[in-house]
């Protein structure tokens, strides 16, 4: 890789080797989640492929710092970042709400700026504008029942979940990242330039294989589509396939060298 723009806070690198010749990936989490939920997709993934993570603020190290609640707000921030990286080849992926900001981003980094990722992967998430499943008041719910329904996305660990210290710790951003999709609204826009890869769990209770390939309508060509074993949280218990369908299409991309 080349010159290493300066440290954003919005952009955490995972990778500890810096190859020539490489590729960026980088990687939006899930709602409530930060860079952490990527720790260890260096290691699995090829060299050349240089992992960075999207960290919000008001969670992990930037704990103490105000969560963002709009969309607007966080492509505010993310898109400049992103900018700074746009001189190289990169990639996107998103998982969730992640899927969301990341397709955002990539609009308006094609709109405003011209420039393009050689491939996005979207995750987890239903095709827009379908993405609220009738729920768009999670981020309103009394804390007892949003702890359930975090329980019922069987994201978080149990005892987590009944730690109130954790608890009060967590939940606000939580709450800003519900809020954040509560207040999307999708806008009719041209079909990517990249290629997208779309993933889902087999068993994901907010995200089925029809809604998977709803995503045909907002892309060009064949709907690339990949299902692997897991619950909507599967990018953590399929992460080695996951990893491995990325790396062989960012290969395939002819951007990265391989191994």
């Not at 190859?19 to 930060?34: E, S, T």
């Not at 990722?117 to 987890?124: A, D, E, K, N, T």
């Not at 149990?158 to 608890?167: H, K, N, P, V, Y």
């Amino acid at each position: 890789m080349h010159g290493i723009p300066p440290t954003q806070p919005w952009v955490q690198r995972l990778s500890k080797t810096d190859p020539p010749g490489g590729i960026r990936l980088f990687c939006f989490p899930y709602a409530g989640g930060g860079a952490s939920s990527f720790r260890g997709w260096a290691d699995l993934l090829p060299d050349e492929i240089d992992v960075h993570a999207i960290q919000p603020p008001g969670r992990e190290e930037r704990l103490f710092e105000d969560p963002v609640d709009t969309l607007e707000a966080a492509l505010d921030a993310v898109v400049p970042a992103l900018l700074e990286y746009s001189k190289e080849p990169f990639a996107l992926f998103g998982h969730s709400l992640g899927a969301i900001v990341c397709w955002e981003a990539a609009r308006v980094l094609r709109e405003d700026h011209d420039v393009e990722p050689v491939h996005m992967f979207l995750s987890g998430i239903r095709a827009l504008p379908a993405v609220h499943d009738g729920r768009r008041d999670l981020h309103t719910l009394p804390e007892a029942e949003l702890i359930e329904e975090l329980r019922r996305m069987n994201g978080t660990p149990e005892e987590i979940l009944r730690s109130a210290d954790f608890m009060r710790i967590l939940l606000p951003a939580v709450r800003a990242d519900y809020a954040m999709l509560s207040r999307y609204s999708f806008l009719p826009q041209k079909p990517p330039g990249a290629p997208v890869t779309v993933f889902g769990g087999t068993s994901d209770p907010a995200v089925g294989m029809d809604h998977l390939q709803q995503w045909s309508e907002l892309v060009e060509g064949e709907l690339d589509a990949v299902v692997l074993p897991g619950d909507h949280f599967f990018l953590h218990e399929s992460r080695k396939q996951l990893l491995e369908e990325i790396a062989n299409r960012i290969a395939g991309s002819g951007q990265s060298s391989g191994r």
